[in-house]
T-cell receptor, first 113, second 114 residues
């Protein structure tokens, strides 16, 4: 079945460490997105990418980095520069034309310990 | 700035009642209006969507009502059930260079009491 897979489901990070969250899709979607979700804050866009080797900052990109070396993969690195990284991170993908629906992954909960 | 304003922030409904969540948008170029349902610890899932050429779309107990002139759309959940308890997000897309990118409302936490 086609879908979008995020791993790991839970991640613990020590302060000062970088961590990378994985996102893989086999839907042949062109665009991929990373969102951060905090309680009561809704979905905030971190980065998005329309094509391989190209990506754009979203509303809260500071302290995060991404890469898009393959169409299927869009990993997110939470760097030590991110002051408050504890959150639920969601990856999504979509087509670029004629179908605006997003498919979301099941999320990664990151906790700083 | 493109915005989608969603209300209420939280909603409590008795089993069998009607749940109504409202959204308003500003960008008249928007042409796709989906609703997403999210259960705790899960990613949002597309529930139902509408395009502005129709004023209403119904799928089972879920109905979207769309008012183009008022730039508003709403989700109605008929015969609400405890299993409908979740967070609901409205969204909109269309117009501009990144016209595939959704703009989300801030979400509504729905609780259906048994």
């Amino acid at each position: 079945d086609g879908g979008i897979t995020q791993s790991p489901k839970y991640l613990f990070r020590k302060e000062g460490q970088n961590v990378t969250l994985s996102c893989e899709q086999n839907l042949n979607h062109d665009a991929m997105y990373w969102y951060r979700q905090d309680p009561g804050q809704g979905l905030r866009l971190i980065y998005y990418s329309q094509i391989v080797n190209d990506f754009q900052k979203g509303d809260i990109a500071e302290g995060y980095s991404v890469s898009r070396e393959k169409k299927e993969s869009f990993p997110l690195t939470v760097t030590s520069a991110q002051k408050n990284p504890t959150a639920f991170y969601l990856c999504a993908s979509s087509l670029l034309r004629n179908n605006y629906g997003y498919t979301f992954g099941s999320g990664t909960r990151l906790t700083v310990v | 700035q493109q915005q989608v304003k969603q209300s209420p922030q939280s909603l409590i409904v008795q089993k069998g009642g009607i749940s109504i969540i409202n959204c308003a948008y500003e960008n008249t170029a928007f042409d796709y209006f989906p609703w997403y349902q999210q259960f705790p610890g899960k990613g949002p899932a597309l529930l139902i969507a509408i395009r502005p050429d129709v004023s209403e779309k119904k799928e089972g107990r879920f109905t979207i009502s769309f008012n183009k002139s008022a730039k508003q759309f709403s989700l109605h959940i008929m015969d609400s059930q405890p299993g409908d308890s979740a967070t609901y997000f409205c969204a909109a897309a269309g117009g501009g260079g990144s016209n595939y990118k959704l703009t989300f409302g801030k979400g509504t936490l729905l609780t259906v009491n048994p």
